[in-house]
């Protein structure tokens, strides 16, 4: 077992929701790749954890609706190095980076009017254009 995830001062991962296997990469790498399993796949239990606020784990749906498998997992691979320890704890960053997106909630968007000035210098200009355009028609008899 691994230990936990600590993501920030107020949240920290348990140990309990993080599994990890290691499987056989893929790519090149000789006889090499063939009997070393260094490819790392961390699973984090998304429905299942309370480690999250609610509004979090919907913002972390929807950025890792790719990764997550069909018992609600994130499910997070690393085969960058040939290490299987380095190869973990890239992965572990890799799901820490994503939970800590989750954890920034959006900024509201406040409304606002376009400023008269702006609204009367585009009428102005379109005004312009205009007069110019009609200035360079040829004048009918």
Do not use: C, H, Y
């Not at 606020?53 to 609600?72: C, F, Q, Y």
């Amino acid at each position: 077992m691994t230990e936990p995830l600590v993501i920030s001062e107020k949240i920290t991962i348990p140990a309990a929701e993080i599994s990890w296997t290691a499987v056989r990469a893929s790519g090149p790498g000789g006889q090499n790749v063939n009997k070393v399993s260094s490819k790392i796949e961390v699973r984090f239990d998304l429905e299942g954890t309370r480690a999250l606020p609610e509004g979090a784990k919907a913002r972390l749906r929807a950025i890792a609706r790719s990764r997550i498998d069909a018992e609600g997992r994130v499910v997070v691979l690393s085969q960058l190095t040939r290490d299987r320890q380095r190869n973990l704890e890239d992965a572990r960053a890799k799901l820490a980076l994503l939970i800590e997106k989750a954890l920034v909630a959006p900024a509201t968007r406040k409304p606002t009017r376009t400023p008269r000035r702006a609204v009367r210098n585009r009428l102005d200009e379109k005004r312009r254009n205009a007069e110019r355009k009609l200035g360079r028609a040829i004048p009918r008899d």
